[in-house]
């Protein structure tokens, strides 16, 4: 018999969520889901500073302070107009729930964290969107996502969430780790192996 663990799970309102949902609590898991949506268990809006807090502090009341497994689904995707939106959600939601319940993961014996990419990491990216995102300069970032706006049609459709997605899961490797020196200034190469080395993590997060 499978023993019972809990699951946070964002963006349960959407298909790919839902469905992991259902298949986990049918499996006798606990989830929590959480979305804007008032069917979610945590009613949050992750593209904000405030609805990210008030995340943490529900999932901390509801699970007494431990989890087993997160899986940062929340995002916005297909043709979004508010592509600096998208990257408040697609990463910088990811990214402050990730950190956010790492310390109720480590109350766990087998913590495990997921996040998703986009096949659109295979496009060209948003110029500069990638560095302002590793700054951690939301700001910054949310100006640098909403240019895109301004340029050809399929540069900005789901791209700009898939980027931010990438960038999230190379940050995810280095959650367990010690601080690191401060880093050189990446150049467009560095960015684009970012890319790829996140996309890897990804993938490999949801077969952990």
């Known amino acids: 018999m499978t023993e019972s663990r809990t699951y946070v799970i964002t963006g349960t ?3 790919l969520a839902g469905a992991l949902r259902e298949r986990l609590e049918g499996q006798g898991h606990r989830v929590v889901g959480i ?5 979610a268990e945590v009613v949050a809006d992750l593209s904000s500073a405030d609805g990210r807090a008030s995340m943490l502090r529900d999932v901390e009341v509801l699970t007494d302070g431990r989890i087993d497994a ?14 600096a939106l998208m990257v408040r959600t697609n990463y910088f939601g990811v990214l402050a729930t990730l950190e956010g319940l790492r310390p109720l993961l480590a109350r766990s014996p087998a913590p495990r964290a997921a996040t998703f990419a986009s096949v659109s990491l295979l496009h060209r990216p948003i110029p500069g ?3 302002a995102c590793l700054s951690g300069d939301e700001e910054a970032a949310a100006v640098v996502a909403a240019s895109a706006e301004d340029q050809p049609a399929g540069l900005h459709d789901d791209q700009a969430g898939a980027v931010a997605m990438a960038a999230a899961a190379s940050r995810l490797g280095r959650l367990g780790r010690e601080p ?29």
């Not at 979305?35 to 069917?39: F, G, I, T």
């Open 129 to 131: 969107l990638v560095e």
């Open 13 to 15: 309102s959407g298909m």
């Open 35 to 39: 979305d804007v949506d008032a069917s």
């Open 70 to 83: 997160v899986v940062a689904a929340a995002a916005m995707v297909g043709v979004f107009p508010d592509t």
């Open 180 to 208: 690191h020196p401060p880093q050189r200034r990446r150049t467009g190469h560095d960015a684009s192996r970012r890319l790829r080395v996140g996309s890897r993590l990804a993938v490999r997060s949801v077969h952990a």
